[in-house]
Every structure is written in structure tokens, then in C-alpha cells.
T-cell receptor
């Protein structure tokens, strides 16, 4: 299974943009890049996903490198409610298996 | 509203007792998953099921068992063979076509 690498922690100030990086150098052509975030003592929630092109939704933007070996989750204006652990994972569609492997994620601290 | 319901939210058990955690979804999803999370760690996959009456071991299946007799239900039994069962357990499901993973609120098991 393709693995992802993320920094253990990052800090941001409220109202400023945040760029959360993820490396996935062994990504295959059929792997989608998914991002989830988890608040303390809660289940993770879906944030965004993409394959090759950059993606935007109401929560965030996803910038994918041209070679797809890295991606960046962008929170345009961080709020205190964005403080969470952010997971970058790879998801293969259409294969024999459908499991998702989570790493340890990036703990984002947002300062007021 | 549609979603995933895990119960109980908190559970205390004595060492050597089997424990069954419930997971029910009304999202009509084919695939369901069980993850374990230890303090400060990411999620580790225990078991997953892509269709009724079928399931596969994840990365840490030893000491756990599951069943998938109905599409809506995927209970997890933590057996006495699990050496360190105290953890936060998360159930998830997704529609195979879309891929977005939906999580329950988790069950926190403490073995005394």
C-alpha cells in the first residue's frame, strides 16, 4: 500500500492561510489523494479529495503537484475550529481491496 | 438523518472478558471498516468488509472478530486474546463509487 508522509505538527495564526504538506512518492496512477481531519475524541471527517487537478470546496483547497508525488491542503483563513489532526491518505479505486491506511497525521494548532 | 451510530460510547470491562462494539449505518453503504486509535497515534485498520457476508483482515486483526450478516451492521468483538484492548475504536463506511469515508463518533473501551 502506498504510504504518505506528513509533518507531525504545525502552527498557524487565526485568520491566516495554512498550507499542510503531504508527500506520497510511491503513489500509483489509480490512487486518489484524500484528506480528513479529526477533532479530539471524535471520528475523522472528510475534507477533500482529488486525483490530478487542483480541487476546491467550501472547507479547503487541494493543490496536487504535477508529478503527483506531493500535495498540499490549503485552509484559506484558519479559525480556532480548524485546530485538529489532519490526515492525508491514498485511496485506490476499483481494485480488489478497498482499505484506507491512515498515518499519524499533522496536528494543527491555531493561535488567536 | 443518515449516518453511522456506534454504541456504547464508553465501555469498561474486566480483563479476560469478551466485548462486542456495535456499528450501524443507514447510508446504504456497501463497505464498512473498523479502526483502532491509541493516544497520540493515527488510525490502524482492524477489519473491513466490502459486501455482506464477506470481510478481510486489516493490519491488526489478531484478538478481534467481526461479522457482516446485514448490510447495515458490522459489529466488532474484542476477545480475551487481544493483549492490549484499551483504545478508542472507530467504525466507518463508504459507498464504493464515491469513496468518501463516513465515521461514527467512536467507542472508548477501557479494560481494567
Amino acid at each position: 500500500d502506498a504510504k504518505t508522509t506528513q509533518p507531525n505538527s504545525m502552527e498557524s495564526n487565526e485568520e491566516e492561510p495554512v498550507h499542510l504538506p503531504c508527500n506520497h512518492s510511491t503513489i500509483s496512477g489509480t490512487d486518489y489523494i484524500h484528506w480528513y481531519r479529526q477533532l479530539p475524541s471524535q471520528g475523522p471527517e472528510y475534507v477533500i479529495h482529488g486525483l490530478t487537478s487542483n480541487v476546491n470546496n467550501r472547507m479547503a483547497s487541494l493543490a496536487i503537484a504535477e508529478d503527483r508525488k506531493s500535495s498540499t491542503l490549503i485552509l484559506h483563513r484558519a479559525t480556532l475550529r480548524d485546530a485538529a489532526v489532519y490526515y492525508c491518505i491514498l485511496r485506490t479505486y476499483g481494485g480488489a481491496t478497498n482499505k484506507l491506511i491512515f498515518g499519524t497525521g499533522t496536528l494543527l494548532a491555531v493561535q488567536p | 438523518d443518515g449516518g453511522i451510530t456506534q454504541s456504547p460510547k464508553y465501555l469498561f470491562r474486566k480483563e479476560g472478558q469478551n466485548v462486542t462494539l456495535s456499528c450501524e449505518q443507514n447510508l446504504n453503504h456497501d463497505a464498512m471498516y473498523w479502526y483502532r486509535q491509541d493516544p497520540g497515534q493515527g488510525l490502524r485498520l482492524i477489519y473491513y468488509s466490502q459486501i455482506v457476508n464477506d470481510f478481510q483482515k486489516g493490519d491488526i486483526a489478531e484478538g478481534y472478530s467481526v461479522s457482516r450478516e446485514k448490510k447495515e451492521s458490522f459489529p466488532l468483538t474484542v476477545t480475551s486474546a487481544q493483549k492490549n484492548p484499551t483504545a478508542f475504536y472507530l467504525c466507518a463506511s463508504n459507498a464504493r463509487a464515491t469513496g468518501e469515508l463516513f465515521f461514527g463518533e467512536g467507542s472508548r473501551l477501557t479494560v481494567l
